[in-house]
């Protein structure tokens, strides 16, 4: 099959949303990668970046994929970059894309795949870009490069589900998180916290909540961000794959999860967690085991707590895998000098 691939300004969601919708009913694709992700992320942040569509002879799409196009503080100066399905701006990329690479129809990975690095390097208005969230095996690394530098590595830690029907969630687990799962049980009341779904009148008044128990709990708080907010509730208020649990005891909230449902699996995106009421009490810890009892007895194949390298997340999980973050750089004279700099100072691009 002959595919052409070309870069287009943004059209506008009204009309980008049923060919994302119609491809993405074709493709074997992560949630982060299908509209309901990427239309709420288009439409609260307002951003708009470039638009990579793979078409075939008739016109129909085969892969989609959206560049943000900015100049990057690099070091020595800014770069022009292009950033896969994010806008290149730190603020507007907050809600942290995983899982990322094409939309592309099934059974076409490998042309598709191949006319897009195509197009990408016949581009000649950018010197790095930027693949965030992509598997460690992700054919997109095989683009033809001068520097090729992972900036970061994360895991992703899951539960297997299965096994958890299997057995008993907490035998799975080390003894010093089943003892301090027990003990916060114990202080609760005996028992996990009961689980109630949001309906459509309950998200703005629990997504209100979610922003009350995070306030004061971290520097960089996402939280407190409008467009965040914003973002939270449009993808709450789509349903579906999305899901807005909060758990509550005879002491009332325990904590809330925003999770996605995709592929059997269920993942957990956002939190927010009452304070301890005791000295060794672990409200998050309990949400999650409920949340495993939850999805386990719904039939859900995998519980995920998504990237990052919290230890509360090691000590949940019974298994992981891995998702990397590269920037891919071109020859530049600038960039030359940075990367000199660098081995010279002995700093990370990470850095």
């Not at 870009?129 to 598997?135: K, P, T, Y």
């Amino acid at each position: 099959m002959a595919l052409t691939a070309q870069f287009t300004r943004l059209p506008d969601l009204a009309s980008l949303a049923p060919r994302w919708q119609a491809l993405e009913s074709r493709a074997a694709a992560s949630f982060f990668l299908g509209w309901t992700w990427t239309g709420a992320w288009l439409e609260s942040y307002g951003v708009r970046p470039e638009l990579l569509a793979v078409t075939d002879g008739q016109g129909k799409d085969i892969a989609l994929a959206l560049f943000g196009h900015i100049m990057q503080p690099r070091l020595l100066g800014r770069i022009a970059t292009l950033s896969l399905n994010q806008s290149g701006d730190a603020s507007a990329d907050r809600p942290f894309i995983e899982y990322n690479g094409l939309l592309i129809a099934k059974g076409h990975e490998k042309e598709a795949t191949e006319a897009a690095l195509k197009a990408l390097q016949e581009r000649n208005d950018w010197r790095s870009l930027r693949l965030g969230g992509i598997a460690p095996d992700s054919p997109l690394l095989k683009i033809p490069a001068r520097r090729k530098t992972r900036i970061d590595r994360s895991p992703v830690y899951q539960v297997d589900l299965e096994a958890v029907r299997a057995s008993d969630y907490l035998s799975l687990l080390s003894s010093n998180s089943r003892s301090q799962i027990r003990r916060a049980i114990k202080d609760h009341g005996g028992a996990l916290p009961g689980i109630a779904r949001a309906t459509p009148a309950d998200i703005a008044p629990w997504l209100e909540e979610m922003q009350a128990l995070n306030a004061g709990r971290h520097a960089d708080n996402a939280w407190d961000d409008p467009a965040f907010r914003r973002f939270a509730a449009t993808l709450a208020n789509r349903g579906g794959a999305v899901e807005l649990l909060r758990f509550t005891d005879s002491g009332g909230t325990v904590g809330l999860l925003l999770n996605f449902l995709h592929d059997d699996t269920a993942m957990n995106y956002q939190s927010a967690f009452a304070a301890p009421r005791t000295a060794k009490d672990k409200p998050g810890l309990l949400c999650h085991a409920a949340a495993v009892d939850h999805y386990a007895a719904r039939g859900f194949h995998l519980y995920s707590l998504l990237a990052g390298k919290d230890r509360y997340k090691q000590s949940l999980a019974t298994g992981e895998e891995v998702l990397e973050w590269w920037q891919i750089d071109r020859f530049s004279p600038r960039l030359e000098a940075e990367a000199w700099l660098r081995k010279l100072l002995r700093r990370p691009a990470s850095a």
